[in-house]
């Protein structure tokens, strides 16, 4: 009976997800004692766990899209870094009014964000265009403003840091008064409950699946593949906006050469390491955020154990190959193959018996 409990167990689809958190969070354990110590101070939370969730939100948020993006169009999309450097620089340059600095807003915050927003739905409809209507693959597709997304924020912000010292802005990276969570975990906590609901109460959720499992398919039973990829190109987009507000309102600057640098293959690797298919077909939100928190995890935890930031991405690809190849079909048929395999052992000994 305990082996079947087991079983079932381990044959979840999120169990290798939490088990790989859950085992770079048991590493500190050891390395790191005061690794799970949170403390209160001027009445906001602090700590090594604190700021895994903070740090985090921005991949959280660019993982959901990034997801979405895999399963519906068994491709990656590797321009979302890019997309959140652009969407910070015409964030900045319209609150400072086309200044380098501000100390008061020239623009309605609001119209700042949402402009930054609708840039990221824009960039986001432009790869849906070269994606899904072109037929071009999603990696070279998006290649395009992988190269050139961060030369636009260069021509938006004159190749300068844009800052805007005003605390309103510097909200969203921060913490909201009375409120001891940081707003980053509040908004990625927000975007994740609402894209679930909406896949979970639409049809959209079992849309994306067909499309991602056979496009041709789907089309004949009605299903508008086009319109579904293109779609997904844009959450993405939004998603992308939306981690770059973050990212910026952290550091309260537009600084194109680094705001989102890499977060693409961070994004990637959340999807993978989240149990979802880089194939397209079935996915997991709940996977993929699980999977944004263990390589954030793993950041913290190597920056804990005082490894240079020079050598941090070397241990981190180590560390996520191994989960990946755990994760990874070819090992799930070899682990199904020995098991068979004693099956048959067992069964010639009790004949031989």
């Known amino acids: 009976m305990k082996a079947i409990n087991i079983k079932k167990i381990t044959s979840q689809r999120l ?5 790989c958190l859950a085992l770079v969070l048991l590493v500190n354990i050891i390395t790191t004692p005061n690794f799970f110590q949170i403390s209160v101070r001027d009445g906001v939370l602090y700590g090594y766990m604190v700021d895994i969730i903070n740090r985090a ?11 979405l993006v895999v399963s519906a169009s068994a491709g990656t999309d590797i321009s979302v870094g890019a997309i959140m450097a652009v969407s910070a620089a015409v964030c900045c340059n319209i609150l400072t009014g086309g200044e380098r600095a501000a100390t008061e807003l ?7 964000l949402l402009a ?9 409809c432009f790869n849906g265009f ?3 209507k072109l037929n071009i693959q999603p990696m070279v597709a998006t290649l395009i403003m ?10 938006i912000t004159d190749g300068q840091i844009t800052y805007v010292r005003v605390d309103k802005y510097k909200l969203l990276g921060s913490s909201l008064p009375g409120i001891p969570v940081p707003t980053p975990f509040i908004v990625a906590m927000i975007v994740v409950v609402v894209t679930s609901l909406v896949l979970k109460k639409t049809a959209l959720g079992l849309y994306i699946q067909s499309v991602g499992i056979n496009k041709r398919a789907s089309r004949l039973v009605g299903i508008k593949s086009v319109q579904i990829m293109f779609l997904t190109y844009a959450i993405c987009g939004l998603c992308s906006g939306l981690a770059g507000l973050i990212a910026s309102s952290r550091i309260y600057s537009a600084d194109a050469n680094n705001i989102g640098l890499n977060m693409e293959l961070d994004a990637i690797l959340a999807v993978a390491i989240g149990g979802n298919s880089l194939g397209g077909g079935k996915f997991s939100i709940a996977g993929s955020v699980i999977g944004a928190y263990t390589i954030q995890a793993l950041t913290t935890t190597l920056y804990a154990m005082h490894v240079s930031s020079d050598q941090v991405p070397v241990y981190k690809a180590i560390v996520v190959v191994i989960i990946v190849a755990l994760q990874s079909p070819g090992l799930a048929k070899f682990r199904k193959s020995l098991a068979q395999k004693r099956e048959q052992n067992a069964k010639l000994g009790k004949g031989a018996a």
């Open 15 to 19: 169990f290798l997800p939490i088990f």
């Open 57 to 67: 939100s921005e991949l959280v948020i660019l993982a959901i899209g990034m997801t």
């Open 106 to 112: 020239a623009a309605p915050l609001i119209i700042g």
């Open 116 to 124: 930054a927003l609708a840039v990221g739905v824009l960039i986001g």
């Open 130 to 132: 070269l994606v899904a």
């Open 146 to 155: 992988f190269t050139a997304g961060r030369g636009i924020a260069q021509l």
